[in-house]
């Protein structure tokens, strides 16, 4: 299975930004799908997750700013991002696995990363 992802960017403070992960040789159906972000020298981070039941988890500095979704007929992930501050400054990382892994950083499958960068 190959993820990648799409949407990063550079955005002000208080701006949104929609992130994409498309998935290829892997059934979204069977699958948990995750968020995670990391800056260097900090551990990965899991910042959303959603279920094949499509039950949502979030981390608590992203709740209620931060939607995750998905689109199975597509093989794509999103991650919906609104009230950006530069703390959400990071590599922004999508993540799938059979077992639901939730927000710990435990997937098998990984994408290469997009950058999203907050200015102030």
């Known amino acids: 299975g190959r993820l990648v992802e799409s949407g990063g960017g550079v955005v002000q403070a208080g701006g949104s930004l929609r992130l994409s992960c498309t998935a290829s040789?892997?059934?979204?159906?069977?699958?948990?799908m995750g968020w995670f972000r990391q800056v260097p020298g900090k551990e990965r981070e899991g910042v959303a997750a959603?279920?094949?039941?499509?039950?949502?988890i979030y981390a608590n500095s992203v709740k209620g700013r931060f939607t995750i979704s998905n689109d199975n007929a597509k093989n794509t992930l999103y991650l919906q991002m609104k009230s950006l501050t530069p703390e959400d400054t990071a590599m922004y990382y999508c993540?799938?696995?059979?077992?639901?892994?939730?927000?710990?950083?435990?997937?098998?499958?990984w994408g290469q990363g997009t950058q999203v960068t907050v200015s102030s």
């Open positions: 959603i279920d094949l039941w499509g039950v949502t």
């Open positions: 040789g892997l059934n979204f159906d069977d699958l948990t």
């Open positions: 993540a799938a696995d059979r077992r639901d892994w939730q927000l710990l950083p435990e997937y098998t499958y």
